[in-house]
């Protein structure tokens, strides 16, 4: 049975692949898995219907069968254990992946949405300053750890994983910043993502809703 994912109808990153339902999409790539999509407006998403997926009214959401899921890095995990390619096999190595899953959503992605956040929403606060300080601080203290870690490896436990995926969704938050550039292992680490096949075709299906939302 071909999955359903629910996807912003109107995204707001205006075409950069930044919105979550880009990681579902790259993850059934990389398994070869096809699926379909549900494009939904934000009134939609505040409407029975999709609350009934997902009681927070936000996407991505999945649905397979009788099977429907929120939060992408349950639908991520969900697809990398049932689909060969994002998982190891042997099991330390398996759980080490499935570590670094949480720590991509868990440890690095709050303060780098919440600048993301705070940029948007809050700029003509009095605060505003302080807040970025703030966040930017916490951040450069997590890229310089995942950096150390780094090294000059490929990816973050030997072969790419489920946990690389979804570090790399986050971290994409950073390009064309200071941030990033301090850190030019965990740039590259981002590009090596964002260079592979199954990456390329979900940026390019998430883009051409945009596209299509825009009329270009």
């Given at each position: 049975m071909t999955p359903t994912i629910t996807a912003f109808e109107r995204s707001p990153d205006r075409g950069r692949g930044l919105a979550r339902d880009m990681r579902v999409r790259w993850a059934l790539e990389e398994v070869g898995r096809p699926y379909d999509v549900r494009l939904v407006s934000f009134g939609e998403m505040k409407q029975a219907a999709h609350l009934a997926r997902n009681p927070f009214g936000q996407i991505p959401t999945y649905e397979e069968g009788d099977l429907a899921l929120f939060e992408s890095g349950a639908i991520v995990f969900h697809i990398a254990e049932r689909h060969g390619g994002l998982l190891p096999a042997e099991p330390n190595a398996r759980s080490r992946a499935v570590m670094w899953m949480f720590a991509a959503l868990n440890t690095v992605e709050p303060p780098v949405f919440d600048r993301d956040l705070v940029q948007i929403l809050e700029r003509k606060e009095p605060w505003y300053?302080?807040?970025?300080?703030?966040?930017?601080?916490?951040?450069?203290?997590?890229?310089?750890?995942?950096?150390?870690?780094?090294?000059?490896?490929?990816?973050?436990?030997?072969?790419?994983?489920?946990?690389?995926?979804?570090?790399?969704?986050?971290?994409?938050?950073?390009?064309?910043?200071?941030?990033?550039?301090?850190?030019?292992?965990?740039?590259?680490?981002?590009?090596?993502?964002?260079?592979?096949?199954?990456?390329?075709?979900?940026?390019?299906?998430?883009?051409?809703?945009?596209?299509?939302?825009?009329?270009?």
């Amino acid at each position: 049975m071909t999955p359903t994912i629910t996807a912003f109808e109107r995204s707001p990153d205006r075409g950069r692949g930044l919105a979550r339902d880009m990681r579902v999409r790259w993850a059934l790539e990389e398994v070869g898995r096809p699926y379909d999509v549900r494009l939904v407006s934000f009134g939609e998403m505040k409407q029975a219907a999709h609350l009934a997926r997902n009681p927070f009214g936000q996407i991505p959401t999945y649905e397979e069968g009788d099977l429907a899921l929120f939060e992408s890095g349950a639908i991520v995990f969900h697809i990398a254990e049932r689909h060969g390619g994002l998982l190891p096999a042997e099991p330390n190595a398996r759980s080490r992946a499935v570590m670094w899953m949480f720590a991509a959503l868990n440890t690095v992605e709050p303060p780098v949405f919440d600048r993301d956040l705070v940029q948007i929403l809050e700029r003509k606060e009095p605060w505003y300053e302080a807040r970025m300080r703030a966040l930017e601080d916490s951040i450069r203290t997590r890229l310089g750890a995942l950096s150390r870690h780094l090294g000059e490896a490929d990816w973050l436990d030997g072969d790419f994983s489920a946990g690389d995926l979804l570090m790399a969704t986050v971290l994409r938050r950073l390009n064309g910043s200071a941030l990033l550039a301090d850190h030019p292992n965990i740039a590259a680490y981002v590009a090596r993502g964002e260079a592979r096949p199954a990456f390329q075709r979900a940026f390019e299906a998430q883009r051409a809703v945009f596209e299509a939302a825009s009329g270009g």
